[in-house]
């Protein structure tokens, strides 16, 4: 085995699988039941875009982050602001030190099952009002997690110099069906149009030329 990929189910980390497939990587697949009011939207999509693709798929459920974590991400939260992600009131959005948390178990995983590395869609894109998204922070853990495993295993970051619409196009290119993945932080019945993550989603997938076939609530 080569890569192992964290895949929430989201149209970043959809491609990134795509991505690493289609570089002849041999890759598994890892994802985080941790209580976000979008994870039962998510993770069927992850589970079946993995079984789509012959690639094998494991959950980690992680139950003590919504019970004992603060954010309105979570279920046991409040409720998700709508806004773009510059407002002041997305800093709620903030899991604490998800990533931190999920990519030490996906380096354990990967090291027991003989990958060299593990992938993360952590891009340019991404908000600096989540510390554990930040370049340094990615740099940091990186070093921490081979330091741990001897060597043994790394932490990549392949879109780490894209933005969400370079993504959104490489998925495009790639053949990905974006219907089949979510990105809501709501987690209702389709994609409410309103928050800042629906409307990155819209600017990654070129809602202004037509080229987004996501349904949403709000259009």
């Known amino acids: 085995m080569d890569t192992v990929v964290v895949l929430s189910g989201g149209m970043d980390s959809a491609v990134l699988l795509a ?20 994870n039962a939207r998510e993770l069927p999509m992850a589970k079946a875009l993995c079984d789509a693709l012959g690639v094998e798929h494991a959950l980690v459920p992680l139950p003590f982050i919504n019970e004992l974590f603060s954010s309105s991400l979570l279920q046991s939260g409040g409720e998700v602001p709508d806004g773009a992600y510059d407002s002041a009131n997305m800093k709620s959005t903030v899991v604490p030190f998800r990533n931190g948390i999920m990519l030490s178990i996906a380096a354990g995983y990967a090291e027991s099952v003989g990958a060299s590395r593990v992938v993360l869609a952590s891009h340019a894109g991404d908000h600096f009002i989540y510390p554990d998204c930040r370049p340094e922070f990615n740099e940091a853990l990186s070093k921490a997690v081979n330091l741990g495993t001897d060597g043994q295993v790394s932490i990549g970051f392949p879109f780490a110099h894209l933005d969400k619409r370079e993504i959104g196009d490489l998925g495009r290119e790639l053949g990905l069906d974006f219907t089949a993945t979510w990105t809501c932080y709501k987690g209702g019945e389709a994609h409410c149009g309103l928050c800042g993550s629906c409307d990155e989603r819209r600017y990654a997938l070129r809602y202004d030329e037509g080229l987004d076939p996501t349904a949403y609530e709000v259009k």
């Open 19 to 38: 991505h690493c497939l289609r570089k002849g990587e041999r890759c598994v697949a890892i994802s985080f039941d941790y209580g976000s009011k979008h």
